[in-house]
């Protein structure tokens, strides 16, 4: 069984700063793309941002420049580095990955559990 686990969610002034991270655990035989979503209530759920298993990157432009998602493969771990921060990024936020498992191989996609990330004065 595979798990996606995400941490450091929190309530933060305008303009601070979060970092939030997404470890995955079970029986993983390798991960492709990770990327992080975020959804507030009554709207569909957003793809902030991309990270391929060679490191390449992607960002909604909402984000670009204030966002910045990582990658630890020795650690199965993504982060997103979260500055000026503003209350429009109030969501949850949700680690997303594509894991391949076995054997047999078999590739599946996979949700954390989503943390709070809450932006006010």
């Known amino acids: 069984q595979v798990q996606l686990v995400e941490s450091g969610g929190g309530l933060v002034q305008p303009g601070g700063s979060l970092r939030l991270s997404c470890a995955a655990s079970?029986?993983?035989?390798?991960?492709?793309?990770m990327a992080w979503y975020r959804q507030t209530p009554g709207k569909q759920r957003e793809l902030v941002a991309t990270i391929t298993s060679g490191g390449t990157t992607s960002y909604v432009d909402s984000v670009k420049g204030r966002f910045t998602i990582s990658r630890d493969n020795a650690k199965n771990a993504i982060y997103l580095q979260m500055n000026s921060l503003k209350p429009e990024d109030t969501a949850v936020y949700y680690c997303?990955?594509?894991?391949?498992?076995?054997?047999?191989?078999?590739?599946?996609?996979?949700w954390g559990q989503g943390t709070q990330v809450t932006v006010s004065s």
């Open positions: 997303n990955a594509d894991i391949w498992t076995g054997p047999p191989p078999r590739l599946r996609n996979y």
């Open positions: 079970g029986s993983i035989a390798s991960i492709n793309a």
